[in-house]
T-cell receptor, first 113, second 115 residues
C-alpha cells in the first residue's frame, strides 16, 4: 500500500523569505501523480501544484515549486517570497489515474510578519 | 462553472441519529470520492463512486456507513446511528471521467458534530 510521510508537523517562515516543506512517499508503481494541497482556516482544500511522475522536470506555479526526486521518492514544496496568505496546513498527496488520493498528515505553516 | 458543492456545511446530530451528507460534483464530472478528516489529521479515503456504481469502498467502515451516487442528483454519504467518534470533517472531491491525471477538486466539506 502507498504511504505518504510529512516529517515536519509545523514550520514557520518570515514574510518574503523562502521555506521548504518535506514529503516522502512509498509506492511500487512507476506511473503516478503527486500533489500539494493547501488548507487554510476555512478548511477548503486548494490544489497548489501537481507533478507527473514520468516527467523529470520539476513543476512550478508562480511562487510555488517542487523538488521531485523519483529515485529517493521525495517530493518537497518550496514557497518563495512567502506571504501572510500562505499560512495554512499543507498536505502532500499521492495518486494514480482516477484512484483515491493518499494524504500525509500535513505541515502547519506559519508566516511571521 | 460551479465547483464541488457540499451541504450542509455544518451538521449537528445526537448519538443514535442519522447523518446525511450531500455532494454535487463539478459539472461534467462523473467520479466522486469521499474523504474523512479527523482533527489534526490528513484526509483519509472512504469511498469512490461513479454514477450508480461503487468502485472502491475499502476505506469505509462496514457498519453504519453507506454511500450512493444515483443517476440523477447528488452523491449521498449516510451515517446511521452516529457515535461521538464520527465527529469529523467529511470532504467530497470530483474528477472528470478519463482524466488520468487524477485532478480531484474538493468541496468545502461538511463538519459533523455528534453530541
Amino acid at each position: 500500500a502507498q504511504t505518504v510521510t510529512q516529517s515536519q508537523p509545523e514550520m514557520s517562515v518570515q514574510e518574503a523569505e523562502t521555506v521548504t516543506l518535506s514529503c516522502t512517499y512509498d509506492t511500487s508503481e512507476s506511473d503516478y501523480y503527486l500533489f500539494w494541497y493547501k488548507q487554510p482556516p476555512s478548511r477548503q482544500m486548494i490544489l497548489v501544484i501537481r507533478q507527473e511522475a514520468y516527467k523529470q522536470q520539476n513543476a512550478t506555479e508562480n511562487r510555488f515549486s517542487v523538488n521531485f526526486q523519483k529515485a529517493a521518492k521525495s517530493f518537497s514544496l518550496k514557497i518563495s517570497d512567502s506571504q501572510l496568505g500562505d499560512a495554512a496546513m499543507y498536505f502532500c498527496a499521492y495518486g494514480g489515474g482516477n484512484t483515491p488520493l493518499v494524504f500525509g498528515k500535513g505541515t502547519r505553516l506559519s508566516v511571521i510578519a | 462553472n460551479a465547483g464541488v458543492m457540499q451541504n450542509p456545511r455544518h451538521l449537528v446530530r445526537r448519538r443514535g441519529q442519522e447523518a446525511r451528507l450531500r455532494c454535487s460534483p463539478m459539472k461534467g464530472h462523473s467520479h466522486v470520492y469521499w474523504y474523512r478528516q479527523l482533527p489534526e489529521e490528513g484526509l483519509k479515503f472512504m469511498v469512490y463512486l461513479q454514477k450508480e456504481n461503487i468502485i472502491d469502498e475499502s476505506g469505509m467502515p462496514k457498519e453504519r456507513f453507506s454511500a450512493e451516487f444515483p443517476k440523477e442528483g447528488p452523491s449521498i454519504l449516510r451515517i446511521q446511528q452516529v457515535v461521538r467518534g464520527d465527529s469529523a470533517a467529511y470532504f467530497c472531491a470530483s474528477s472528470h471521467w478519463g482524466d488520468h491525471q487524477n485532478i480531484q477538486y474538493f468541496g468545502a466539506g461538511t463538519r459533523l458534530s455528534v453530541l
